[in-house]
């Protein structure tokens, strides 16, 4: 895999770091401005909307701009947004910044997955997405841990002072390796024109809700495992480490096998992601056992992202980039489905393994959805095939003179 790759996923990790780290400084954060915690925790949820929201038009207004210059601008604008954070005096300028480092995110991974595609042989480019995407996921086993940490004993501040270092080395390593190629041709329009076709609705739709169920479950794993499994609150951040682990596996697991055959990879990733939420459900009050299923979850998981990702650049060949940051922005969009159907469920009073019931209810929409999707993709092929041979025949019959 080529070092520019590895650049990719520097930024990456950064990205991931500050996405998550909010949940592990809330206490700090609702403390310093004088919030509730539920009120802080409204910075998890804007930093998410800044990522559905604002990815997609940002690619469009960079649309015109070679790749390159654009992962660097994005890359400039994650510093701001850090930097604006750090600095931030009052809970207002700091929910300015989460949103400005959210957009970037957005937009990052969306055009960093064309760039990362385009760096390989077309039969690895679900790996070459993977190995970017690692970053995202080493950011849940050593970002977040890390940040909490330095948060907790040197102020929160400290901790996004560390992520804007990691920027700006993210920034030097996408300067220094990532090769310049031509800006894309078409613009915005060809960009746009891409969203007629059903393949890429359905593959989004894929998106949202194969990956819902990975939110349903996590949002609220921590009271499932001590009012219902009887862990102590020092094992929460043990097993989510496990969870972590599984995510990076995961993740290098699904890049290969979607280099194999895409859609085959989608089913069986969201297939088994939606088994093990029911495993969950049947066995969150055995300790041991929990631990394993909540690991092969977090391989499930992330098993899926690779193959999601390289479907809609598949559905939208030719003009990818605005498709792929709309894909992530459908990552998020599953996210909140996922937490909000599962905490309705908790709210009707269901207790707290019904968010992996949720989580399997998901699961078998994102199959559905899977199943429309791969018979509409073989409706388009065998069309294809049927015109070739109607061609082939009629250049045959004006080649021979026969009617």
Known sequence: MPLALFALAISAFGIGTTEFIINGLLPELAADFGVTIPTAGLLVSGYALGVAVGGPPLTMLGGRLPRKT?????????????????????????????????????????????????????QKRASA????????????????????????????????WLVVVIGVVGFAGVLALVPRRPRPEGGVLRELATFRSGAVWLALAMTVFGFAPVFAVITFVAPMMT????????????????????????????????DRAVMPAIYGSVGLLTVLAVVIALVARNQIAFMVVITLFGVA???????????????????????????????????AIGSFAAGLTIEAGLGYVAPAWTAGLLGVAGLAVAAVAGFHALRVRTRGQDA??????????????TP
């Not at 690692?134 to 901790?159: D, E, F, H, K």
């Open 388 to 401: 070739r041979f109607a061609d082939s025949c009629a250049s045959s019959h004006s080649l021979t003179g």
């Open 227 to 258: 009012d219902v499994g009887g862990f102590s609150a020092g094992a929460v951040p043990v097993v989510m480490a496990l969870f972590g682990v599984g995510l990076v596996v995961g993740n290098l697991l699904g890049g290969r096998l979607a």
């Open 301 to 335: 998981g992330f098993a899926t992202v690779p193959p999601l990702q390289t479907r809609v650049l598949d559905a939208a060949a030719g003009a990818p980039t605005l498709a792929s940051a709309a894909n992530i922005g459908a990552f998020n969009v599953g996210n």
């Open 129 to 160: 997405i993977a190995l970017m995407f690692t970053g995202l996921t080493l950011a849940n086993v050593a970002g977040v841990p890390v940040g909490t940490w330095v948060g907790q004993s040197l102020g929160w501040r400290a901790t996004f």
């Open 70 to 122: 654009m992962l660097l601008a994005l890359m400039v604008l994650f510093i701001a947004g850090n930097l604006l954070s750090a600095l931030a005096p009052s809970y207002g300028v700091l929910m300015v910044g989460r949103v400005l480092a959210a957009f970037a995110h957005g937009a990052y991974f969306g055009v960093g997955s064309v760039v990362a595609a385009d760096l390989v042989a077309p």
